[in-house]
């Protein structure tokens, strides 16, 4: 910037200095001395003029250059600044959903581990304790965070080895629950599988198939001890089980 700013000021020196030439050579023109001029003034007017006319069209030409890298610079700056802004947004909304599954999944452990020292256990509120896990472990997902994952998964299972105990007592199950189960799988996991490692993603679909296990002749166990390390031998398929 500072060097345009000084051939400005250098091509406004010249004009000024040709304008001058220009004034002295009018001043000729009109107070012409006594004899025949030896040169052809008009044809110099005319000369000087032409070339200022030729200045000022490159100099025109030059500044729309200018102006034209100028707003190409400007559009690339925006364009930077605004995907920038594009990633800042869709980070601070992965935060927003990371800090909700947070407080979600805090909230719903406090509740089951109030509801484990209750002597009657709710079937209903077991089912919807299972469901809050799974939906907070969507909400990790979403936010491409899973390192809480497992921690909803093993909650999750042990909701069903209550869940499992009722049905052997002969208490039923909401008849909703493995319906909205499955369409929370569909609608807010499936899309965010990805996210999971691979021993989480076994362990999900073991948990699961666990799930859709109960109230059958053959329930599945659960997948993990009680030290919530997961047991190959236990996966849906393998003979053992």
């Not at 919807?128 to 969507?138: D, F, G, H, Q, W």
């Not at 921690?151 to 009722?166: E, P, Q, S, T, Y």
């Amino acid at each position: 910037m500072p060097g345009l700013f000084f051939m400005k000021s250098s091509f406004a020196l010249i004009i000024s200095v040709v304008s001058l030439l220009i004034s002295i050579v009018l001043v000729i023109v009109a107070l012409p001395t006594s004899g025949r001029p030896d040169f052809d003034y008009l044809g110099l007017l005319v000369g000087i003029l032409s070339f200022l006319v030729t200045l000022l069209l490159g100099w025109q030409i030059y500044n729309s250059l200018t102006i034209h890298s100028n707003i190409d610079t400007l559009k690339k700056l925006y364009s930077g600044v605004s995907d920038k802004n594009k990633d800042l947004e869709k980070r601070l909304e992965a935060d927003k959903l990371l800090l909700k599954g947070m407080v979600e999944v805090t909230e719903n452990t406090v509740y089951f581990t109030l509801a484990m020292q209750q002597p009657g256990k709710n079937m209903t509120e077991m089912a919807n304790t299972y469901i809050r896990y799974i939906e907070c472990l969507s909400l990790f997902l979403q936010a491409h965070d899973p390192r809480y994952s497992q921690f909803c998964m093993l909650n999750a299972d042990k909701v069903l080895d209550i869940i499992a105990d009722g049905i052997e007592h002969g208490v039923t199950l909401p008849s909703d629950f493995h319906v909205m189960c499955d369409r929370l799988f569909r609608d807010s996991i499936h899309p965010h599988m990805g996210f999971l490692s691979a021993d989480d993603t076994t362990l999900f679909f073991q948990i699961q198939d666990r799930r859709k296990s109960l109230g059958s002749e053959h329930p599945l166990p659960s997948p993990v001890n009680p030290s919530g390390v997961q047991l190959k031998e236990m996966r849906v398929g393998n003979p053992s089980t």
